[in-house]
């Protein structure tokens, strides 16, 4: 099947190549000067044929690609040069130069009717989707697909010019929360006239030369017709079993009023929020500090747990979002959006897990079935004030509520256990933030920058663990019982206050010094009780035997940080040295510890320009990590059915170094985009588990270790199109060397993974579209006693093709081969889907069916490596779906 589907791709390639004729050359102005980004565009005389069109490169050149035996009227543009038209036939290829001559009076200009398709100017490129696009396209993503230089995966992730597109602007504003899947997934395809790139894009536009901007956007232009007007589509299914799906989509624009709704009800397994938006959704604040802190406290919270999930045995979910923006004059408007989503879900694992100790291996059998029952509520409300073009005011209140709720079962085997538990899990979270932001330039020398933000958070998970056998004996006092009902009752809050104070000095355009001072000041509880319940509703209590934490918390970081950046030729140097003077202790058990230090931490960026779409860049940071609250507890806390957690009072803070090696080429006239990086992290400070380990059960004390660990990762994307066809190869490579401390002993793990992927895809108008790759991805854990290595290999293919004008059909399949060489296991399933859509040319009525898992795949499997423990995980998915779905557009 491998072998068939590339062939296809190379014989229709070959045919494609042969039916197409080159033009191309240098164009320069009339003193030999080259002009770049010059628009030529080849207009066909005869009908039903396509306009092509080419852009010069940074050396004059270009390439226009035209049919064979087909004559066009070809035309060249450049602003502030009279255009050049003249006729061509394609019969052969052909080399030809052009001299455009310069302006000499604006009033004789005709207006081109015709509108370029790419218009690259400095940091943005504009396309007109009409020169792109068939007509079939029902969403976004379909549009973006056609367009040169854009990706767009499965899940609604973008890439432009090689890098990933991190906000999405509808008409210059933010579409809720700038997301890129909610956008391309949802707005409709016939809404959009123009798609715009804006590489180092920053809100605030006096801020983009002096604040470095790795985002990369997108804006949306709709058409004049789009611009004040309802529109939308609703979608409606149902399948075999009771399957179901609503799914509307409502936009309103005016000049003055944004409304736009989303909405989702499905049984189907698919998540309308997932783990990748929450954290995006959270990213909004504090952009000035670079907390990764921050952002690592959001992976590991309650809330993220529940939505890490991916595979499921069966899903409902419901979804919607609501996004307001009011404009109430020319230098104010609000923006709010409201998300909220609600989710029944089961899933089932078995676990073949590994561990590795001293003196040798054991294994154990570990199946787990969840019931998940999950809600959560955001909010957000900006105000935006411009009182002029050198000044902005932002402010916004965000809200987050979550209610979670999880039933469990565990089967647990292994030499010395054959234990069964249930556990009920409950957690609500409350989460306030006010944010404040302003920015001013004074003159063209000073501009300042202020952000401010408090915020407030309560967490409460609570846990039940009941099991027939006794557990973690000599750990948790267990009294003899028929059924063991043990509870646990925890509470977390946060009251923060930040405010970071920015001056940008510019001395020159050469030369800018840069000026930040800055506070974080958190106050922080934590509170735990263990205890046993008993039939009769009395109780074990847990807190004489070492049990039960009650903390209060208090950290203070504040800092004071110089930068200087410098352009000379094509490098931009930007070193920095920050000043923190850190200060924090803690009350427990009547004891205070208090603790202070004072560091100097620098940071280096420096860039190397070659040109507008090539660049090398070389960054330094050092940071500092303070542990959690929970890791500072003085007495026990039981963390799962076989482990019991004991803090430190006396945890310091941990020190990271990260270099990172970057290389950026895009080349819109050859259809290339290369992107490569290394990364080195290497930690000199580290907090790490201490575990005592006895069978599964384990006992785990947090401690200090000063033996450095050094982590590499590196990643290859090369794109490159070849007419009709595009060639994408991707890789990664980790390599992570890190130490266990386990029953007293301390040794060196290493792990070792490669992912690499070939994939083709095909940009045919008449012809199937097809993408076909293959991924390959070996592993390797090695341990003082052991080493285990694993494969994933994956062959997929997908189908896209319009026929007979009205149907389009689409197709996906999936070949998954897994292998445990040292357990000499072997696993291969097969994924496919297939979808088939009928919509009359003019009709708002559509109709699709469609199937899922076809081959009703019950299992996947996948392998995790971490301190002593090695899992091979078989996951339930999804059964097969059929469903009958009508779409309505508005």
């Known amino acids: 099947m491998r072998t068939f589907f590339l062939g ?58 035209l049919e064979k035996d087909v004559v066009y009227s070809i035309e060249l543009s450049y602003l502030g040069y009279q255009r050049l038209s003249f006729e061509h036939k394609a019969t052969r290829d052909q080399t030809k130069d052009f001299f455009l001559v310069p302006k000499t009076d604006d009033l004789d200009e005709v207006v081109l009717e015709f509108k370029i398709p790419i218009e690259v100017k400095e940091d943005t490129i504009s396309y007109r989707t009409d020169a792109f696009v068939t007509g079939e396209e029902r969403k976004l993503r379909e549009v973006l697909k056609k367009l040169p230089g854009i990706e767009v995966d499965r899940e609604g992730n973008v890439m432009a010019q090689g890098k990933k597109v991190t906000k999405v602007l509808v008409e210059n504003e933010t579409f809720f929360t700038g997301n890129s899947k909610l956008a391309v997934n949802n707005i409709p395809a016939d809404a959009v006239e123009q798609v715009q790139v804006l590489d180092n894009y920053n809100k605030i536009g006096f801020l983009k030369e002096l604040q470095d901007s790795d985002e990369l956007a997108l804006n949306i ?73 921050s952002y690592l406290s959001l992976i590991r919270d309650d809330f993220s747990k529940f939505l890490t999930n991916n595979d499921f045995k069966a899903n409902t979910n419901r979804f919607g979002a609501l996004n307001v923006r009011q404009t109430i004059s020319s230098k104010m408007d609000i923006n709010s959006y409201v998300i909220a989503n609600g989710s029944s879900t089961e899933t089932e694992t078995n676990n073949l897990n590994i561990y590795n100790i001293s003196d040798g291996t054991f294994d154990e059998t570990r199946n787990v079935n969840n019931n998940f029952d999950n809600f959560f509520l955001m909010g957000k409300v900006t105000l935006n004030h411009k009182p002029n073009h050198k000044a902005n005011l932002s402010a916004n209140s965000f809200v987050k509520l979550t209610k979670n709720k999880v039933n469990s079962t565990i089967l647990t085997q292994s030499f010395d256990q054959n234990t069964f538990f249930n556990t009920v899990s409950n957690i609500s979270t409350i989460d306030l933030k006010q944010n404040l932001e302003y920015s001013k330039r004074f003159s063209k020398a000073q501009t300042l920058s202020l952000e401010s933000t408090v915020s407030y958070q309560k967490n409460t998970p609570d846990k039940t663990w009941k099991t027939n056998e006794a557990f973690l004996l000599g750990l948790v006092p267990l009294v003899e019982d028929s059924i063991y009902n043990v509870v646990q009752q925890k509470e977390s809050q946060s009251t ?46 847990f807190s004489a035997n ?4 009650s903390i209060d918390h208090r950290f203070n970081d504040t800092f004071l940080g110089l930068e200087y950046k410098f352009l000379t030729g094509i490098f931009t140097v930007k070193s920095g040295l920050f000043y923190h003077n850190y200060i924090w202790d803690n009350d427990q058990n009547r004891i205070s510890t208090n ?25 330094y940071r050092q940071r500092m990590r303070f542990p959690n609250i929970g890791k500072l507890a003085t007495n026990f806390l039981l963390g799962s059915f076989n482990s019991v957690l004991l803090g430190n009072p006396d945890l310091q803070n941990e020190r990271y170094h990260t270099y990172s ?37 384990q006992l785990v004390v947090y401690t200090m270790f000063n033996k450095p660990e050094n982590s590499f990762s590196t990643y290859f994307n090369f ?26 002993n301390v040794s060196k793990n290493l792990s070792r993974s490669i992912s690499a992927t070939g994939k083709l895809e095909t940009y045919f108008e008449k012809w199937p579209n097809l993408e076909v790759g293959y991924a390959y991805q070996p592993s390797i854990y090695s341990t003082a006693s052991s080493k285990n290595n694993f494969v994933n290999s994956r062959l997929f293919a997908n189908l896209d093709f319009v026929f007979l004008d009205d149907f389009h059909l689409k197709g996906d399949f999936e070949r998954n081969e897994y292998k445990n060489k040292g357990e000499n296991l072997t696993n291969i399933f097969d994924i496919a889907g297939v979808s088939l859509f009928y919509q009359k040319e003019d009709s708002p009525l559509g109709v699709e069916i469609s199937a899922t898992n076809l081959f009703d ?24 779906i059929l469903m009958f779905k009508l779409s309505y557009k508005l």
């Open 8 to 65: 296809w791709v190379f014989i229709v390639s070959i045919y494609t190549y042969s039916q197409q004729i080159v033009l191309s050359g240098v164009v320069q102005d009339s003193l030999k000067n080259n002009l770049v980004n010059t628009n030529i565009l080849a207009f066909p005389k005869s009908p039903y044929k396509n306009t092509r069109f080419a852009i010069s490169n940074e050396k004059g050149e270009y390439v226009l690609r």
């Open 221 to 293: 232009k709709l058409r004049e017709g789009k611009k004040k007007f309802t529109f939308g589509d609703m979608e409606a299914g149902g399948g075999v079993k009771n399957r179901y799906l609503v799914h509307p989509n409502l936009f309103y624009y005016s000049p003055k009023t944004n409304l736009n709704f989303i909405g989702d009800l499905n049984n189907l397994g698919i998540k309308s929020f997932t783990l990748s938006d929450y954290l995006e959704f959270n990213g909004g604040f504090g952009k000035l500090m670079g907390d990764i802190g």
């Open 496 to 541: 923060s206050f930040d405010l970071v104070l920015k001056d940008y000095w510019v001395l020159n355009n050469f030369n800018h010094i840069y000026t930040t001072f800055g506070t974080n000041l958190v106050f922080g509880g934590f509170k735990s009780q263990e205890h046993q319940q008993f039939a009769n509703d009395t109780v074990n209590d």
């Open 546 to 549: 070492g049990f039960g934490n």
């Open 595 to 619: 603790n202070d230090t004072q560091v100097l931490l620098p940071a280096i960026k420096a860039e190397a320009e070659f040109s507008s779409s090539e660049k090398l860049r070389f960054q």
């Open 661 to 697: 090696l970057n290389y950026f080429k895009f080349n819109l006239f050859r259809g290339l985009n290369l992107n490569a990086g290394l990364t080195y992290d290497k930690k000199t400070q580290i907090i790490k588990n201490n575990t005592v380990l006895e069978g599964i059960e």
């Open 719 to 744: 794109g490159k199109k070849f007419g009709k066809v595009k060639m994408i190869l991707e890789g990664r490579g980790n390599y992570n060397e890190f130490f266990q401390l386990v029953n007293d």
């Open 857 to 880: 795949v019950r299992f996947k499997r996948q392998n995790s490596f971490s301190d002593f423990l090695i899992s091979d995980q078989s996951t339930a998915v999804m059964p097969r």
